[in-house]
């Protein structure tokens, strides 16, 4: 007969040490209880040898709540796990529950603690056998999976578990799966699994998570989880809430488990079966019409489960994106919830319309509610509910309200958070160039934008618009005229005078003609700013003052007064110090021909995607995607009018190279310096489907490129070629590997010999690298290059290049029958093994093209294999020392809507994501 | 592909001291303290006109507040707010009707019962039980057991 202490839930010694610590007046009190307990724990420990159980359990738990007060515990976890031998269910649970919270993985008793969890989990008793799983899914250590990932699932098909051991199974093997995928081999019980839809027991809201996860991993073995799902959902969406009685939640039957069923259809594409499908947009449509119905109960947890399941059916919806009659509804019955009085349901549903604007089926219908959502904006009181309206803005804006959208977001950036102004600059920066239908708007708006948030304007922004307004003609007198009135404000933002100065230099003289804004007042009122800013303004400011000597000589006096002023020439930042100087010397040593050549205006920018574009995306990767439908994928182009900026510049220098030698003073060509960089260097990624050509050249040097691949080897020829009169020394050249572990390199190389140590002038000379592929890589191998050019100018001056080696350049073609292919496509089923992307066609459709393309990266195209003569299907190898990496690639032409599919499997998931990335660009 | 999960379960008071922390995902102890921190630096500046969901680093905050006790389920946030929010309220009339109106005392003094609450309801990062009925009666079982 137990005495009442050892009761379960009474541990006297406990609560009276708890009630000790809570009256401790300070930290030192406490402490002191703390390590007069600990000393006990410890004498009780290692003294008494006969401690009984339920001591043990006391002064374990004591040990934890200790810990939990954030005390360190170095001892008693021995006893912990002595208690799990207990055959008393409370002294186990306090053994379990201190392992599950403090013994680490790695713990040298993890192999004890694991023999006492096989007993337990083969226990007759189903409460042991839960206490041991629930450890094992709170542990989920590898070693946890290794150990159990064959028992757990037993006891999930079990016959004589308990509906609650399932449970605990169920999602206790989730988590296996979780930490170890590969330690399971659930393929051939997936139907048993299914089944366990059809249980009687409502259990369920476990297995449904479970058959979740497996259907993520390896949608085919468990799409026939769909129909099971949509009867039960069915069931459950057309019974009384009497039906279910446990299972409902204030008058809303299983509302759990609806969510997760219909977060589980969402893993697969709308079923193709009409009896499902029609079963399932009845299910949908019920739930949409139950929000009609007069509610059951006014308590907010009714409203607030049943619109759980409701948000959940519109994201299905969303997902199956082809039934127009639901996305309509759903987004009535979104705009009943944006003037709800519950502000989660606003959020909620602004979040949810977000996604509704990208449907073509319900664009229009979102719209709508324009005005509520700029309503929104100005106030709801709650910043996050704000941000979901600017998301939602974005997301509809189109051509016809983009000028009201823009304006009121312009005005909302007054006042909104500081924390989510970058990204609305960065989306009313987008928004009005992408609706622009007049570039006048456009300038305005982005003027506008500095003036409001300059701070949050970032480099990308200011970039765009003089990209934009270099290549419109229309755009370059108002925007000269616009900048030079912003530019008279008192006090005007730094980014302000970047563009201003830069716009001015190129397009001043637009505007030159009127004496309000003549060459002189342009050049006192930018250098009047000159002196608030930081040096990089400056150094731009510097490059607009040389190029309005070419635009008005008139001035020339004045600014060389400038350029030669000793602030500028004796300038403690080289960088100013060394324009000044070249600017200076270039306006009074040229001829003006010379020099209007030289400072001609900016050519135009290549038509490319905004690279502000990529930095929202970046930025936030989900509530963009949606609308973002007709740009092309982001090519990187951080700060392209730096380089072509500099680029001008380095010809002005190669220019001044011609004429002059270094003077005493100091001057230099700075040949690879990171700050003048490269007249031209060709991007790896072009060598994709070549193997020579010129890798870099500027004006002073040229360096190309050879190579020869086979299997795993390769071999690069480098020819290094001195333009100038002058002898390069100090020369050398270096590969290095890119983010390589160097104890596991993936690539070896092996240079037959040092390459030369001097160039002479007008001299070519060559170097061979020879190479071997370990293993599988991403990237490419880097070459740096160094030099003096100058013997007397002690830095060496270098830069860094890529070699063109590529993973591709190993694979070789393998030509098999359509057979043989489709049944190694199946065996690379796993979601893991597969990268898919869709994408819009760059270059005409063309299949002869595309054949002649994935040819020359090193797959065999193979014919007669893909029943639809439109398709292109290729396979190749990968040839490493390690390992054999086999690749196939599907290419799937929507000649309609200029769209490819390109689907590549591969034995090592990151390889066919590799290739996938590497192609996508070129079709 | 995505995972969809609760990262952690947390209560804690207005000033901060944590009654309790369920992880499912490996902190470790330094990381774990900054969360907690982060956590109840989040919630407590916001007032009831604010949702009950606050975006959390890369996830999202799902919480509720019982008079000065807040209970706060991290997941993701593409995950379902409602069905969270329910099921915290789920959870709380769970510990209440347990605990005979529960109080934060309650959950001081009786911890290591809380844990075996929560892991009737939770499991693994993901719902497990949620009926009101099932879990009391499993609950009182284990009470009355040696």
């Keep these: ?45 290692k003294g008494d040898k006969t401690l009984d159980g339920y001591s043990k359990k006391k002064y374990v738990c004591k040990l934890l709540f200790i810990f939990l007060l954030g005390h360190d515990i170095d001892f008693g976890h021995m006893e912990a796990v002595n208690l799990l031998s207990s055959n008393k269910y409370t002294e186990k649970q306090i053994g379990y529950l201190f392992i599950s919270v403090l013994v680490s993985s790695n713990s040298d008793l993890m192999k004890l603690i694991i023999q006492n969890i096989k007993n337990d989990i083969s226990s007759p008793k189903p409460v042991h056998v839960n206490l041991a799983l629930h450890c094992i899914a709170n542990i989920g250590s590898v070693e946890m999976s290794e150990a159990f990932g064959q028992e757990v699932p037993k006891l999930l098909v079990s016959a004589h578990a308990s509906a609650s051991v399932k449970q605990s199974a169920a999602l206790c093997l989730l988590r296996l799966i979780r ?36 259907s993520q991993l390896s949608p085919g073995d468990y799409k026939g989880c769909v129909s099971l799902a949509v009867s039960r959902l069915s069931r459950i969406v057309t019974s009384t809430y009497t039906d279910l009685q446990d299972y409902t939640y204030y008058f809303v039957p299983a509302p759990w488990l609806s969510v997760k069923l219909l977060r589980l259809l969402q893993c697969y594409p709308v079923p193709e079966e009409p009896a499902v499908r029609g079963r399932l947009v009845e299910c949908l449509e019920t739930i949409l019409n139950k929000c009609q119905e007069p509610p059951k109960s006014k308590k907010v947890q009714h409203s607030n489960s049943k619109n759980a399941v409701l948000f959940e059916a519109i994201n299905l919806i969303i997902h199956i994106d082809s039934e127009p009659n639901l996305l309509v509804r759903a987004c009535n019955q979104l705009g009943q919830f944006l003037q709800h009085r519950e502000t989660n349901l606003r959020y909620l549903a602004l979040e949810s319309m977000c996604l509704l604007a990208g449907s073509e089926f319900s664009a229009d219908a979102v719209k ?37 959208i823009v304006a009121e977001m312009l005005a ?132 607009t003052y040389i190029k309005f000597i070419n635009l008005f000589p008139e001035i020339k006096p004045t600014i060389q ?112 310096s990171p700050t ?90 060559q170097h061979f690298i020879n190479l071997e592929c370990i293993s599988m890589f991403s990237g490419s191998p880097n070459l740096q290059l160094r030099c003096d050019f100058f013997t007397n100018y002690p830095a060496p001056q270098q830069v860094t290049l890529k070699l063109p080696v590529i993973i591709n350049k190993f694979m070789e073609g393998v030509d098999m029958n359509s057979g043989d292919f489709f049944s190694r496509w199946k065996q690379l089923g796993q979601p893991t093994q597969e990268t898919q992307k869709i994408f819009q066609a760059r270059h005409p459709i063309d299949t002869e093209a595309a054949r002649t393309k994935l040819t020359g990266f090193g797959m065999c195209a193979l014919t007669n294999v893909d029943p639809n003569p439109e398709n292109l299907v290729g396979s190749g190898i990968i040839k490493t020392k390690t390992s054999q990496i086999g690749c196939l690639l599907r290419l799937e032409p929507n000649k309609q809507a200029k769209m490819y599919r390109l689907t590549v499997r591969s034995s090592v998931g990151e390889a066919a994501a590799l290739i996938c990335s590497m192609l996508e660009e070129h079709f | 592909s995505c995972i969809n999960m609760i990262r952690f379960i947390l209560i804690q008071n207005r000033a901060g001291k944590t009654r309790l922390a369920k992880w499912y995902m490996q902190f470790d102890d330094d990381e774990k303290q900054k969360l907690i921190e982060e956590v109840h630096a989040v ?97 009182l079982m284990l009470q009355n057991l040696e």
Excluded at chain 1, 16 to 26: E, G, P
Excluded at chain 1, 433 to 447: H, N, P, Q
Excluded at chain 2, 108 to 126: H, I, Q, R, S
Aim: glycine residues 4%; proline residues 3%.
């Design chain 1, 1 to 45: 007969m137990p005495t009442v202490s050892s009761r379960g839930d009474a541990m006297r010694g406990l609560a009276v040490f708890i009630s000790d610590i809570r009256n401790c007046k300070s930290k030192e009190a406490e402490s002191k209880r703390i390590n007069k307990e600990l000393a006990n724990i410890r004498s009780k420990f």
């Design chain 1, 179 to 214: 930490t170890l995928p590969e330690a399971m081999t659930y393929a051939e019980w997936a139907s048993r699994v299914i089944h366990l839809l059809n249980d009687q027991h409502m259990w369920l809201t476990a297995a449904t998570s479970l058959i979740h996860t497996l």
């Design chain 1, 368 to 404: 709508k509610h324009r005005e509520t959502v700029i309503n929104a904006l100005k106030t709801e009181r709650d910043v996050s509910v704000r941000q979901r309206a600017v998301d939602l803005l974005y997301a509809m804006c189109d051509k016809t309200n983009s000028e009201e």
């Design chain 1, 412 to 543: 909302y950036l007054k006042k909104a958070d500081y924390a989510i102004r970058e990204e609305m600059v960065l989306k009313v920066a987008i928004l009005s160039e992408k609706y622009a239908s007049d570039y006048t708007w456009y300038v305005d708006t982005i003027l506008k934008l500095i003036r409001v948030a300059g701070d949050y304007v970032s480099e990308e922004v200011w970039h765009r618009v003089i990209q934009i307004v270099i290549n419109r003609d229309d755009a370059q007198g108002y925007a000269a005229k616009t900048v030079f009135e912003n530019l008279q404000a008192p006090a005007c933002h730094e980014n302000m005078v970047k563009v201003g100065g830069y716009i001015l230099g190129e397009f001043g003289n637009l505007i030159a003609g009127d004496e309000r804004s003549s060459p002189l007042v342009q050049f006192n009122l930018l250098h009047s700013k000159f002196h608030l800013c930081t040096p990089s303004t400056r150094a731009l400011l510097l490059s």
């Design chain 1, 561 to 672: 007064n400038v350029l030669q002023n000793n602030n500028q020439l004796r300038n403690a930042d080289v960088e100013l110090q060394q324009r000044a100087l070249e600017y200076s010397q270039l306006s009074s040593i040229t001829s003006q021909d010379v020099l209007a050549t030289v400072l001609e205006e900016m050519p135009p920018f290549p038509e490319r995607e905004s690279s502000i574009l990529a930095k929202l995306k970046k930025k936030k990767p989900a509530s963009v995607q949606v609308s973002l439908v007709g740009y092309h994928s982001p090519i990187l182009a951080p700060s392209l009018l730096l380089v072509s900026l500099t680029v001008q510049m380095s010809l002005i220098r190669a220019y001044f190279s011609l004429f002059y030698q270094p003077t005493s003073i100091g001057y230099h060509l700075a040949l690879f």
């Design chain 1, 676 to 765: 003048y960089p490269l007249m031209h260097k060709t991007p790896v990624l072009l060598f994709m489907f070549k193997n020579s050509g010129v890798l870099f050249e500027n004006a002073l040097i040229q360096v190309g490129v050879k190579c020869e691949f086979k299997e795993q080897y390769g071999r690069v020829g480098l020819f290094f070629g001195n333009k100038t009169g002058n002898q390069l020394q100090n020369f050398a050249a270096a590969v290095s590997l890119a983010q390589t572990n160097p104890h596991n390199p993936q690539i070896n190389v092996a240079t037959q010999k040092e390459p030369p140590s001097q160039i002479d002038g007008g001299a070519q000379v």
């Design chain 2, 43 to 139: 919630v407590t500046v916001r007032d009831a006109k604010h949702t009950n969901f606050v975006e959390f680093r890369n996830f999202k905050i799902v919480y509720r507040r019982y008079a000065g006790l807040y209970f706060c389920i991290c997941v993701d946030v593409t995950d379902n707010n409602l069905a969270y929010l329910e099921a915290i309220h789920n959870f709380v009339e769970v510990l209440n009707e347990y605990f005979h109106n529960v109080c934060e005392l309650d959950l001081v003094f009786n911890f290591y019962k809380v844990y075996t609450v929560v892991d009737e309801m939770f499991l693994a990062g993901e719902i497990r039980e949620t009926s009101q009925t099932k879990v009391i009666q499993q609950l």
